[in-house]
């Protein structure tokens, strides 16, 4: 009953590994390293560095670790990146994913859970977004997202697979017992930037729009804590294990803040009243994206705990001082 993470030296992944640890389970995992770090996946949880396109790798880890389920987070997540290299997000994002799914159907994997995105909504005419909405990615991030769920729907139709292909909102926090985080030294996350921009590592952060249709002006989102997104996978586990059917469902809280609302929630906890400043709108954002979290909830037992800006905001925070420790003794 092994539990194959792949990226699970990455942001999300690292999480879902300390829920699987924590709930008893046996995980392994497979990062390749281009952005996650060795150092988060926790002592006794074997790293298989590798790729998880390389299909004999794979397979091999599959067969020997008597893998059941797989939890696939390795991918590419920029969306301004995938802009610039479309190639590349749909090399990483689907074409390996391709790859990982037919591995997991050769080696009899029974369950697989994918970490999809708003982005496959692109920018959406409503809020909050249902799972029914039609599907119209702006970026090859999204596009690229949306076609590795295409093939998990097709696949779950022709073979002994079922899978659920969760959609994240807007993931931040960290572990509530500073055990992990978000670690990716280009990370270019709301919350995260502002943290550092709270603890003097940049010298200012910029809003980017101020002239969104929206409430104050500026971008709203639906900021979900990475524990608790973690712990919606641990429920779609349950679900997949207890035979319930494949489904595609949002990640979210139901609720959006501004960049403005964020931005004050990190003063306040921080106590810093660091530079803020507006610039343009960034090409590709939506004025609002904010989930309908009305199936999750039908389908899942899971209950969010952290649904709370300043618990997110407090947690992030202090991961980052952790960060900075950890490079000042480097
Ligand atoms: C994030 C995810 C994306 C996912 C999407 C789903 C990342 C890198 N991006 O994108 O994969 O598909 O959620 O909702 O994980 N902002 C500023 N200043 C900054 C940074 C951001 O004003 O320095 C604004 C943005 O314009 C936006 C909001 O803050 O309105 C959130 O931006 P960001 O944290 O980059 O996430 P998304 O672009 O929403």
Redesign the pocket.
């Given at each position: 009953m092994t539990i194959l993470v792949t990226g699970g030296a990455g942001y999300i992944g690292s999480h879902m590994v300390l829920n699987l640890l924590d709930a008893g389970e046996t995980v392994i995992v497979i990062d390749d390293l281009s952005t996650g770090v060795a150092w988060s996946v926790p002592d006794g949880v074997p790293l298989m560095t590798g790729d998880v396109g390389d299909q004999p790798f794979v397979e091999k880890v599959m067969r020997d670790e008597g893998i059941s389920a797989v939890i696939h987070f390795a991918g590419s997540?920029?969306?301004p990146d995938s802009v610039a290299d479309p190639l590349g997000y749909y090399l990483n994002n689907t074409v390996k994913s391709r790859a990982l799914i037919e591995s997991a159907v050769r080696t009899g994997v029974s369950h697989f859970i994918f970490s999809s995105?708003?982005?496959v909504y692109g920018i959406p005419k409503e809020n909050p977004v249902s799972e029914n909405t039609q599907l119209q990615p702006i970026s090859p991030?999204?596009a690229s997202k949306m076609m590795t769920e295409t093939m998990l729907d097709d696949v779950a139709r022709a073979h002994d697979l079922t899978f659920a292909a969760l959609r994240?909102?807007?993931?931040a926090g960290a572990d509530p017992e500073g055990r992990s985080g978000q670690s990716t030294p280009r990370?270019?996350?709301?919350i995260k930037?502002a943290c550092q921009a709270a603890l003097g590592q940049r010298s200012h952060?910029?809003?980017?729009?101020t002239d969104y249709p929206t409430p104050d002006g500026?971008?709203v989102?639906d900021y979900i804590h990475v524990s608790d997104l973690a712990a919606a996978h641990a429920a779609a586990l349950r679900h997949l294990r207890g035979g319930g059917e494949s489904v595609i469902l949002n990640c979210g809280y139901g609720s959006g803040f501004s960049?403005r609302e964020v931005i004050d929630v990190v003063k306040a906890v921080s106590g810093v009243e660091f530079d803020v400043r507006v610039s343009e709108r960034?090409t590709g954002?939506p004025a609002a994206?904010v989930a309908d979290v009305r199936a999750i909830h039908e389908e899942f037992d899971w209950t969010p705990r952290l649904n709370d800006l300043r618990t997110i905001v407090t947690h992030a925070l202090r991961w980052e001082e952790v960060l900075a420790k950890r490079s000042n003794a480097a």
């Open positions: 997540i920029v969306v995105t708003a982005a991030y999204g994240y909102f807007n993931v990370a270019t996350h709301l930037v952060m910029a809003i980017f729009g500026t971008g989102r960049v960034r954002d994206l």
